[in-house]
């Protein structure tokens, strides 16, 4: 005859317990990460006047004025195809230039690979405070300053480094019997390249893409300096001109801010599926 709640049932309350404070630890840190993105996008639909009297509740008359104001002044309309071909469009070459080099050097191995390969792992190390003053006088002295060329040049070369050293990492652990197969078959390496290797690369082709998309779409430090002209400009340096004469002008602020983000939680509501599958698929083994 035992006495109290049986081994079985006790474990069984504990696993419970732990249960229900794991989720309520994961809401919690859910709840602090999504609230600021819906602070920020209320305050957007509010006036400057209503924010500095009420910062917590929400708008008693929304407004789209403030989005108005905003894609007017920071002239976006302008800056948002800029800122889709340049994260788009220097995305694809990073994915396609580092598919050629990982495959170069996993499976075409010769006495230059190893320098050439070293020389693009080293560029992980460099930050872009370091490269700004280089990039500068190198655009120059090729005569693409000012251009989108320029803008699209330096960012797939930023995201080579870390690009070429997971696409050579992944494909290193491509059987090479696949390789010899299709030479054998009579396949020429561009084949290869189309045929074998491109389909079995694709989970970590969505991983370089995802790193690659959210910090070219922000990056700011760069095209500061590649571009001077508007129309060349991105999203971001049209949201920096709200940090001047505007920066006590919450409304449209907010609004400017919640033009610049919602591209990439849209895209991230979009694919989320997808990007999680890539990132857990996309994994280098060590």
Known sequence: MAEG????????????????????????????????????????????????????????????????????????????????????????????????????????????????????????????????????????LLGIYNTRLAVLVVYVGQGLPMGVYLMTEYIRGIPTALVESARIDGAGFGRIFRSVILPMVLPVATTIAILNISGIWNEFALINILVSKTELKSLPLGIYKFSGSLSSDYGKQFAALTIGMAPMLLFYLAFHKQITQGVSAGAVKG
């Open 5 to 140: 709640i049986p081994t079985g049932a006790a474990g069984r309350a504990a696993q419970a317990i732990a249960k229900a404070a794991a989720y309520a630890l994961m809401s919690l840190f859910a709840l602090m990460t999504v609230y600021p993105i819906l602070w920020l996008v209320m305050n957007s639909f509010k006036t400057t006047r209503e924010f500095q009297v009420n910062q917590l509740g929400w708008p008693a008359a929304p407004t789209l004025a403030n989005y108005a104001e905003a894609w007017s002044y920071g002239e976006f309309g302008k800056l948002f195809p800029n800122s889709l071909l340049y994260t788009f469009g220097a995305t694809a070459g990073i994915v396609l230039l580092s598919a050629l080099a990982g495959f170069a050097f996993a499976k075409l191995g010769s006495r230059a690979t190893r320098p050439i390969y070293g020389s693009f792992v080293i560029g992980i190390l460099l930050t872009v405070n370091t490269l700004m003053i280089p990039l500068f006088i190198e655009v120059n």
